[in-house]
């Protein structure tokens, strides 16, 4: 699984957004957007808890 934190360049911005100097971090799985943030941190949290939840996924695929 890939998962990656993008900042949202100025392109995929709204003009009102780019005059309020507002940033938005993308979350992508498997280059499918599922998570929008505005606080980097909270994009990277959101990342790892996927992640997380994908090896215990996996472990019990491997258990059953």
């Given at each position: ?6 900042e ?36 990277h ?20």
């Amino acid at each position: 699984m890939t998962v990656k934190v993008t900042e949202r360049d100025d392109a995929h911005m709204s003009h009102e957004g780019i005059a309020a100097g507002i940033r938005i971090w993308d979350v992508h799985q498997q280059d499918l957007l599922v998570g929008m943030f505005h606080s980097e941190t909270d994009a990277h949290s959101y990342k790892a808890e996927l992640e997380r939840e994908e090896r215990l996924r996996s472990r019990e695929m491997a258990e059953s």
